[in-house]
C-alpha cells in the first residue's frame, strides 16, 4: 500500500550552490549529504514537517540528472512514495500496467528500497516508490 508522500526529488546544476538557497528558505540545515553512485547522483535532503526534499546534482554524464537538466532545466525530478510492502505495490501496478523501470527494487539514497515507474505511464511525473531498509533486511 501507498502511505504518504515521503520526499520531494529537485534536480539542482549545483548542490553547493543550491544549499545556500534551501537552507534560507528552510531556516534550517540540511540532515544528510550522501553520494549514491549507483546513481550517479550526490544528494542533500531536508526535513520539513513530515516530508523530506532531496537535492540532486549529477555527478557524471551517465545521471538521469544530468539528462533531466540538459533538457528541462532545475526543477522538480520526482515525487516518492512511501510504501509499507514495495515488492507487494510493485507487483499491484504491474497488474494495472504501470511501467515499473526497476523490478526488483534497488538499493538507493537515505537507507531506503527503491523502484522508479516510467513519467510516460503517470502522466509525465516521475513517480519513486520507496520502503526503508528495516535492520533484520538491511
Ligand atoms: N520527469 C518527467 N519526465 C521525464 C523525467 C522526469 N524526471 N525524466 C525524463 N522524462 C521524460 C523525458 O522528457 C522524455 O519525454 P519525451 O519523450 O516527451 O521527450 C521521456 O521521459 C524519455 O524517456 P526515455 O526515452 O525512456 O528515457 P530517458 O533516458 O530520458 O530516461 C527515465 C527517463 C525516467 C526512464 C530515467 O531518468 C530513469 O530511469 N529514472 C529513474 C532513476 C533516476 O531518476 N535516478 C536519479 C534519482 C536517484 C535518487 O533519487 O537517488
Redesign the pocket.
Known sequence: MILNLEHI?I?VKDVKNAEKVFTKLFGKQSYKVEN?AS???S?MFYKVGNVKV?L?EATNEN???S??ID??GEGI??L?FETDDITAEIERLKQEDFTV??DPPKK??DNKM?S?L???STN???I?LCQEISEEKG
Open positions: 526529488g534536480a549514491v546513481e550517479n547522483v544528494t532531496e540532486l545521471s538521469a540528472i539528462k533531466f533538457k528541462k525530478h520526482h516518492a523501470l526497476n538507493g539514497a527503491i522508479f516510467h513519467p510516460k509525465g511525473v516521475l519513486e
